[in-house]
């Protein structure tokens, strides 16, 4: 039998995250790269534009090498809602 993960039996020593900086994909970026060793394995994403769509994406290291790219996620940065339109009140004459 074959394994799926085709990992050799190695264990994960490291992961990459890219992004692609609101580019919908033309330019990846690495963010960071960290050893499972530490104690927070996320990141932060600051400076982000209301209403851009960002794309994230992940590989994984161990002592063979790197194994290629997950299919990216993609976030959409909320915005704030439209000003509300001028409040109109009606009598109900029941």
């Not at 997950?70 to 029941?94: C, F, K, R």
Request: aromatic residues 12%; hydrophobic residues 35%.
């Amino acid at each position: 039998m074959v394994n799926e993960n085709q990992n050799g039996g190695s264990v994960i020593t490291s992961y990459e995250v890219n992004w692609d900086a609101g580019t919908s994909g033309q330019v990846w970026t690495e963010l960071f790269g960290f050893s499972t060793a530490l104690p927070t394995p996320y990141y932060i994403a600051t400076g982000l534009t209301m209403g851009r769509r960002y794309r994230f994406r992940i590989r994984a290291q161990n002592v063979h090498g790197w194994g290629p790219f997950s299919e990216y996620g993609e976030v959409l940065v909320a915005t704030a809602p439209d000003q509300m339109s001028t409040i109109q009140v009606t009598e109900n004459s029941d």
